[in-house]
């Protein structure tokens, strides 16, 4: 099966306390409410405002992607956690980027974004056949950080002032996983 075909038939995807599935217009809610929260909104460096019509378009442009990969994360009781995202495929060079967002304050710091990073990782490098993930990282979230090296991500450099922010200029921790690393 090619990558693109991989990607089109996403998986859902079980840990112990999570159940991962393609993200979509379900979700439409749950992506509005977390799109108001300030401290996501920051941590994920996101400055646009976006209409419900917006997210709805791009809700509905997920499911059977084939350049990218969006799984809605969800606990045990079926509650909305947030996304994990794969995309940016360069299908030349077997690599995507990837990202995360959880939904609020209360879910961060609980270990469901390295639990769900982990199963994420896991299947694109030994079903999709992604060779690299890489990932950049604000250097004002260092929880962000240490998640993704438990998940096996290594720090590669740092980009100087790569965005403004409240008026002030931060870096961006560069970070990637290839298939060839140890999974810890």
């Known amino acids: 099966m090619s990558i693109a075909d991989s990607l089109a ?3 859902v995807l079980r840990t112990p306390r999570l159940t991962l599935v393609q993200h979509g217009p379900e979700y439409l809610d749950e992506v ?3 799109l108001q929260d ?6 994920t460096g996101t400055r646009t405002e ?3 019509e917006q997210v709805l378009a791009h809700l509905e442009r997920l499911v059977g992607a084939d350049e990218r990969a969006d799984f809605a994360i969800l606990d045990e009781s079926g509650a909305y956690l947030g996304e994990v995202v794969l995309n940016d495929l360069d299908d030349d060079n077997l690599a995507m980027n990837y990202r995360i967002g959880l939904v ?5 710091g609980q270990g469901f974004g390295t639990e769900a990073g982990r199963a994420v990782v896991e299947w694109a490098f030994d079903t999709v056949g992604i060779h690299r993930i890489s990932l950049d990282v604000f250097s004002f979230n260092p929880g962000a950080q240490r998640s993704y090296e438990k998940i096996g991500f290594v720090v590669e450099g740092r980009a100087r002032d ?12 560069l970070m990637s996983m290839l298939a060839t690393d140890p999974r810890p």
Do not use: C, H, Y
């Open 9 to 11: 038939a996403q998986p």
């Open 104 to 108: 609020a304050s209360g879910v961060r």
């Open 38 to 43: 300030a401290e996501a909104m920051k941590l």
């Open 32 to 34: 509005m409410a977390a």
């Open 162 to 173: 790569t965005m403004l922010w409240d008026g002030e200029w931060v870096d961006s921790i």
């Open 50 to 52: 976006f209409t419900r």
